[in-house]
């Protein structure tokens, strides 16, 4: 017995999300059913991150035991002929037995994109957040500050989570503007339920004036998630980077 | 009786191109549909640029007669409203009525989008041609330029056409490289059948060593749409801008 790590890009449009579910298709119901199939062994994969019904991700991770005899860097290729366009692996490889993603320090990398014109464009609809009101964009740069560094994240945590503790770090936190798309990118150790997004959500609020920058501040310290603004739409929101610290992986 | 001119934006990945066609859904057929629905009166638009069945745009340019008593710079908002998330305008505004988009000067731009990687990448499936080959970009670079200037193109146009002059004016023809995406950009006072797809075909038998950049030369003086490469894939395509000269539009 083996265990193989994938590294596994999608399209969250069509899907609930990562996480098996009782109805409807999700990115992790989609790899079991195409591993099971390929490898004619009931195959379960074990994800990273638990991304959001239309969530995207261009190097979301997940590992599974098999005993097969197909190389583990050639499963990638094997896979990716079952799997829909809307889901690829963008490589496999063997692991220690001991690995489990959601166990060991690690370092991911999100991007909200905002398109802001005055009407919305078909070839960004899918991976960005369309929106015509005006956004000062200097002060949303601004206000992205204030999330560097370690605080307590519960105001920026969806009501729904379980979480006991909400303290997160974040290494990184920066809004540009390329064109009519305003990207948010933000980096850290770990994030709560909904975080980014309501991230998102709250930075609009200041690059809309509802908000002051500085008021960031005082919404980490409300701790209390009714104090941010509302939790951006799922399409804007992708996972842009993985990273496994503090290992050889 | 007045001439509206809308600038038209649209994902071609579900449509059969622009052009009403027996069979399928095409641009033409949604914009006159939901026309006719919104101005109560049987519309029917004149297309700028007949693009072919995948191909996409952000700036096509249609106009259509009509009594509308709707002010022409709302017309926009009120047709987005009715059309679908692939199919957006982009503005709207009265012309001379004489106007016809298609007999009169004008600048075209399009990008060939190729991404290229080893394994395909689901958020950029729709819009660029995914190919695991490697580019040599440089070359596809000084291929590129020999399409600058005036030539007959008729290697360069699919044996389907009707064209009589496959003479045509290229401004500008250039190959870059943006991460995994490689881009070919052209601009031209017009172009014939499949152009664009068929010069991107034969810059990727360049870039991939096949063909080198001088037979670009020798193809054009070939007169033989053989010569060339093969028309590549329709999802690669963007028109991404549309300018008319020596008018006021």
Redesign the interface.
Known sequence: MKRIMLTV???GTNYHGWQRQPNGETIESVLNRCLSELLQEETEVIGASRTDSGV?A?CNVAVFDTNTNIPPDKL?YAL?ARLP???????SKEVDTAFHPRHCDSRKTYEYRIYHA??????E???AHFSYTHYDVERMKEAARYFVGTHDFKSFCSTDSQAENTVRQMERAEVEKNGNLIVFRVAGRGFLYNMVRIMAGTLMEVGRGNLEPEDVKRILEAKNRSAAGPTAPACGL?LMKYEFLNTNI
């Open positions: 890009a999608y399209d995207h261009l990638a990716n366009a809307d889901i690829k692996i963008q490589g005055e009407f919305p464009m078909p070839t609809r899918l991976y992708t």
